[in-house]
């Protein structure tokens, strides 16, 4: 168990349609990062939060966007949804320490319909 | 703009053979590197980094890789593979700085068999 949890697990939904999906970091950790997981694109970085702020930004399209709240938990929202949108999408966290490891959640897997 | 490539996307072996997963860099700056694994239906989990020091690193369940600058790769190898070594592999690279983005290889998946 790496501390980071994901909601919802599964979600089945129509091209058009908005969906929010839910990060909860590990305990004290400052840094969100969300990535996406396809099988043509491999894993690609979204984006990265800081204690509240955008710090990175990847390959994110425009139709999706991201927070995170005081309680340092994170959303990821999709709009619009597309085919092509159907992927496993990671939250990670890390803390202040060096080294850098990023902790990753189980992922949230997304089926657009 | 930091890069990986992992050379193989399948590599297949036998049990008690040795694994070797091929990964390379591109990084202007000194970098930090990963290795991650994932398991079916499953998220990533960490095998071993390197940060700084010594440049073979060992992690968890046998595996450990060696930064090698002068050729920019990060390699990792076990000696004998077991059933349960079967999965994805994904090499990471990041700068050195606490909080940066991890960018990562296309994966590897290793097959084993028996």
């Known amino acids: 168990d790496s501390g980071v949890t994901q909601t919802p697990k599964h979600l089945i939904t129509a091209t058009g349609q908005r969906v929010t999906l839910r990060c909860s970091p590990r305990s004290g950790d400052l840094s969100v990062y969300w990535y996406q997981q396809s099988l043509d694109q491999g894993l690609q970085f979204l984006i990265q939060y800081y204690n509240g702020e955008e710090r990175a930004k990847g390959n994110i399209l425009e139709r999706f966007s991201a927070q995170q709240f005081p309680d340092l938990h994170s959303e990821l929202n999709l709009s619009s949804l597309e085919l092509g949108d159907s992927a496993l999408y990671f939250c990670?966290?890390?803390?202040?320490?060096?080294?850098?490891?990023?902790?990753f959640g189980e992922g949230s897997w997304l089926t657009v319909v | 703009a930091q890069s990986v490539t992992q050379l193989g996307s399948h590599v297949s072996v036998s049990e008690g053979a040795l694994v070797l997963l091929r990964c390379n860099y591109s990084s202007s700056v000194p970098p930090y590197l990963f290795w991650y694994v994932q398991y079916p239906n499953q998220g990533l989990q960490l095998l071993l980094k390197y940060t700084t020091g010594a440049t073979l690193v060992k992690g968890i369940n046998g595996f450990e890789a060696e930064f090698k600058k002068s050729e920019t790769s990060f390699h990792l190898t076990k000696p004998s593979a077991h059933m349960s070594d079967a999965a994805e592999y994904f090499c990471a690279v990041s700068e050195t700085q606490a909080g940066t983005a991890l960018i990562f290889g296309k994966g590897t998946t290793l097959s084993v068999s028996s």
């Open positions: 990670a966290s890390s803390g202040r320490g060096g080294g850098n490891t990023i902790y």
